[in-house]
């Protein structure tokens, strides 16, 4: 098994940054990529971003492009998310997620993935 922590979020203005962090422990061998997805009320999970754990490869949906960094410390098993220029239709619950196996893996499917953190809230006021 493995365990996820998110950290960092919080309330911004427009505009501002934050930076968000997921930590994995227990069973982190098995991780081979790890994603954020973000949930807004009355709407589904939406994949944000994706990191390979080995490679290094990321991947974005279009509407964080430019603004949005994901990396990862592989020593400390964690996770980052930077978050720039952030707006209003950024605010959601921000989850982490882990997936095992690249070969089933398709970074934008929540399904994908094995592991799943509490979710953390980003508020992004206008």
């Known amino acids: 098994q493995v365990q996820l922590v998110e950290s960092g979020g919080g309330l911004v203005q427009a505009e501002g940054s934050l930076r968000l962090s997921c930590t994995a422990s227990g069973r982190t061998f098995s991780m081979n990529a790890m994603g954020w997805f973000r949930q807004a009320p009355g709407k589904e999970r939406e994949f944000v971003t994706a990191?390979?754990?080995?490679?290094?490869?990321?991947y974005y949906t279009d509407s964080v492009k430019g603004r949005f960094t994901i990396s990862r410390d592989n020593d400390k098993n964690t996770v980052h998310l930077q978050m720039n220029s952030l707006k209003p239709e950024d605010t959601a619950v921000y989850y982490c997620?882990?997936?095992?196996?690249?070969?089933?893996?398709?970074?934008?499917?929540?399904?994908?993935?094995?592991?799943w953190g509490q979710g953390t809230q980003v508020t992004v006021s206008s």
């Open positions: 990191i390979t754990w080995s490679g290094g490869s990321t």
């Open positions: 997620a882990a997936a095992r196996s690249l070969l089933r893996w398709r970074y934008g499917t929540p399904n994908t993935y094995d592991y």
